[in-house]
C-alpha cells in the first residue's frame, strides 16, 4: 500500500527539534482516507521560521496531544490501512526532511516504523519516468490540491502526482 506524508516541524532536524504535525493519505485514486496528526513538541528548541511556514504559532503547537499517543494512532492507522501480505510504502516530495523525522518518531516513540527503513522520493521517481531533470512544473500540473502547509493537503497534493507516476501518465478511464 502507497501512503503519501508530509511533515511540519519546527526546526531542522528531529531531537533538537519537534515533527509538529504531519499528514497521511492513502495513494488509491479517491485520496479520502487520510490521518492528521498534530503533536506538542517534544523539546524548547524551535526555530520561528520554521514554524512559520506553516503558519502555526508556538503557543498553538503547545497545546497540541502528546506526540506518543498521536504516533501510536498514527502507526496503527498506517497497519490497518495496509492489506495483509501487503508492504506499507512511505512516498514524499522532500522524503529527506519528511521521512528523516517520521521515522525517528516512530521509531522512539512506537519501537517500529510499518514503512520499514526506506521511502521513495517523487521528484526523483518523476525524473526517471520523464527523463529530464526539471519536473517542477510537471509536478504542479499534476496536483489538484494546491499546496498551502496544511499536511494533509499537501500529502494529498503530492498523492495526485504519485498516482499519476505510478500509473504511467495514464489517463484514468
Request: overall charge negative; glycine content about 6%; proline content about 5%.
Amino acid at each position: 500500500m502507497n501512503f503519501s506524508v508530509d511533515i511540519e516541524a519546527d526546526g531542522a532536524i528531529p531531537g533538537p527539534y519537534s515533527m509538529t504535525e504531519f499528514g497521511i493519505v492513502v495513494i488509491d485514486g479517491k485520496f479520502n482516507r487520510t490521518f492528521h496528526g498534530q503533536m506538542s513538541p517534544i523539546s524548547d528548541r524551535w526555530d520561528p521560521n520554521a514554524l512559520a511556514i506553516s503558519g502555526r504559532t508556538r503557543d498553538e503547537v503547545l497545546s497540541w496531544r502528546d506526540p506518543a499517543e498521536v504516533m501510536t494512532e498514527a502507526v496503527d492507522w498506517v497497519r490497518r490501512m495496509t492489506p495483509k501480505n501487503d508492504k506499507s510504502v512511505f512516498w514524499s516530495d522532500n522524503n529527506g526532511f519528511d521521512f528523516m523525522f517520521w521515522h525517528w518518531y516512530a521509531i522512539n516513540f512506537c519501537g517500529e516504523d510499518p514503512f520499514g527503513y526506506s521511502s521513495v522520493n517523487l521528484k526523483n521517481m518523476m525524473q526517471g519516468q520523464l527523463r529530464r531533470f526539471n519536473v517542477k512544473d510537471d509536478i504542479k500540473a499534476c496536483k489538484k490540491t494546491p499546496h498551502d502547509h496544511n499536511p494533509v493537503n499537501d500529502a494529498k497534493g503530492n498523492a495526485e502526482v504519485i498516482w499519476q507516476i505510478l500509473r504511467g501518465f495514464r489517463d484514468e478511464t
